[in-house]
Each structure stands twice: as structure tokens, then as C-alpha cells.
Nanobody
């Protein structure tokens, strides 16, 4: 079973930046789609960013487009979420997730079955 561990959350002022990391226990994430989700108090879980398997494409929620960037370092088995120009409405618990692997074809974000989850890391944007 794939294990994911997030880190990098914290308290930041509006307009600031944070980089979240998600370390995986598996040798490679290349054959899985990976994504960052968030859940704010009283709100539904929201997918903020996703990367197709093999890193071929990414997508972002409209609320974070142009401010957040998802990336992966295969050698370090780590996924990142760079968050810039943070707003109070970005306050949430952020979770990384990975889909089941598929080796013979690409997994797109729209078709991914996300079944592995980290424990979450709190991001608070406040002055």
C-alpha cells in the first residue's frame, strides 16, 4: 500500500508563499496521477491541482490558477505544491493523493481513481 506524508504547512500572511511536500513510500510515482486536495472548515473537499501520470499534463482549479504550481521530483519520490500570493480563502487542510498505477497507458486527471491519501497538512493564511 502506497504511503504519502505531507509537510510544509504553517501560518503565512496574505500575499506570502509556502511550498508543500508529499513524500511517497513507493519507488516511483510516474505511473500514477497525483493531486493536491484541500478541505476548508464547513466546505466540501476541493481538488486544487492534478498531474497526469508520467507528468504529461497538469490542471488547476480556477481559484488557484496562476498562483499554485504542482511538480514532482521522481528521484526524491516527492510531489510539491508551490503556493504563491496566498489569500485567506486558501486556508485549509491540504492533502496529497495518488491514483492506482497504470503501466501501459496514461492516467488523466479526469479518469484517475485516487485511492491513496496522506494525513494532511494545515495551511493558515492570516495577518
Amino acid at each position: 500500500q502506497l504511503q504519502l506524508v505531507e509537510s510544509g504547512g504553517g501560518l503565512v500572511q496574505p500575499g506570502g508563499s509556502l511550498t508543500l511536500s508529499c513524500a511517497a513510500s513507493e519507488f516511483t510515482l510516474d505511473y500514477r496521477a497525483i493531486a493536491w486536495f484541500r478541505r476548508a472548515p464547513g466546505k466540501e473537499r476541493e481538488r486544487v491541482s492534478c498531474m497526469h501520470s508520467r507528468g504529461l499534463s497538469t490542471d488547476y482549479a480556477d481559484s488557484v490558477k496562476g498562483r499554485f504550481t504542482i511538480s514532482r521530483d521522481s528521484a526524491k519520490k516527492t510531489v510539491y505544491l508551490q503556493m504563491n500570493s496566498l489569500k485567506p480563502e486558501d486556508t485549509a487542510v491540504y492533502y496529497c493523493s495518488a491514483s492506482r498505477p497504470r503501466y501501459l497507458s496514461v492516467i488523466t486527471c479526469s479518469s484517475a481513481d485516487f485511492d491513496s491519501w496522506g494525513q494532511g497538512t494545515q495551511v493558515t493564511v492570516s495577518s
